[in-house]
């Protein structure tokens, strides 16, 4: 498959004045993105992930051609981001989690009508894709209301709507699910994973929940100060560095830290407890019946590894 988005040598750097005396202020420069490479294929779903300030937003606007790099080349279906914004404004979409491009007095159906006709879309094809996509994502319950009424998640289902009524050849999605509860959650990863594979769009999704790259994404890059530190898989990146997962566990009635074969208790506070355990000797099952043998569970969770402690492994290591 050929590639769809790629990056060679890709810097951004900006100036900050900071304030060294009364009077006096210091110009630095900051790299934000520093020397990243990578290239994407066509219809596949890739993560893209680090902590705050890592780089990954002002990657993604360098790609959508918000922001222009100070360095380095960018292509993004075969176009020059910052140079063809306007054609390329027609071949993608973009979500990002605290923005809209929705219009905050109107119906949510005014506003793809309206991006019908920014995006130029033929009648026939924007309703095929709204009928689908109201179907998929359930939107004939509040179609018909203001955006500015609508809950978080039900914004989050319009603003994915808005994105793929044009048919775009690749989406960039930035934090789709923050804030989102559960359901809303569940209801945007089908939606993104069935237009991966009946559409063929290509998604790089950034995100903090793990959760979403695993039901969604088999490679994952991880930048950290700008820099690009790993480029693999999601199986190989748990092998090497995220084995360690926690069970949370509410008993009913306070207890002193259980001793259960194949786990540690890393905190007690009153009837809840942490026990920490490895993926790849010990299962969340077992161990939740373990527990269950020796205390009256009334609720439990399982914590996943964190991308922030994720990142401090790969250069714990040496990556």
């Known amino acids: 498959m050929a590639d769809v988005i790629r990056l060679d040598g890709v810097e951004k750097s900006f100036v900050v004045r900071a304030k060294t005396g009364r ?4 110009r630095r420069i900051v790299r934000a993105v520093d020397g990243i490479s990578f290239a994407i294929e066509r219809g596949t779903i890739v993560g893209y992930l680090g902590p705050n300030g890592a780089g990954k937003s002002t990657t993604v606007k360098m790609l959508t051609g918000i922001l222009v790099p100070s360095g380095g080349r960018i292509r993004v279906a075969e176009l020059d981001p910052s140079r063809q914004r306007i054609e390329l404004a027609r071949r993608i979409g973009v979500v990002f989690g605290q923005r809209s491009q929705l219009w905050w007095d109107l119906p949510l159906g005014d506003s793809f009508d309206l991006l019908r006709h920014i995006y130029r879309v033929p009648a026939e094809r924007h309703r095929a894709n709204l009928e689908r996509f109201t179907e998929v994502l359930g939107l004939a319950a509040f179609v018909d209301t203001p955006v500015r009424q609508l809950s978080l998640g039900q914004r ?10 044009h048919d775009p050849e690749v989406v960039f999605l930035d ?4 804030g989102l ?9 089908e ?4 237009v991966n594979r009946e559409r063929g769009v ?4 950034t995100t903090h929940d793990l959760a979403d ?10 930048v950290d100060h700008g820099h690009l530190i790993w480029d693999g898989g999601l199986d190989e990146l748990k092998r090497r560095y995220g084995q360690e997962r926690t069970l949370v566990v509410d008993l009913e009635e306070a207890a002193p830290p259980l001793d259960v074969p194949g786990a540690r208790v890393t905190r007690v506070d009153g009837p809840r407890q942490w026990l920490s355990f490895q993926r790849d000797e010990t299962s969340a099952a077992e161990l939740t019946a373990a527990v269950a ?20 492994r790969i250069y714990a290591a040496g990556a």
């Not at 509860?181 to 990863?189: E, H, N």
């Not at 609720?299 to 994720?310: F, M, R």
């Open 181 to 189: 509860d559960i359901v809303a959650k569940a209801a945007v990863r």
């Open 191 to 194: 939606f993104l994973a069935e």
């Open 175 to 178: 934090e789709p699910t923050i």
């Open 213 to 222: 790259i695993e039901r969604l994404c088999s490679r994952l890059l991880i």
């Open 23 to 26: 009077l006096r202020r210091e």
């Open 202 to 205: 290509t998604v790089l999704l």
């Open 156 to 165: 989050m289902r319009g603003e994915l709507t808005a994105a793929l009524l």
């Open 293 to 312: 043998a020796r205390a009256r569970l009334v609720d439990l969770a399982i914590e996943e590894t964190q991308i922030e402690e994720i990142v401090r």
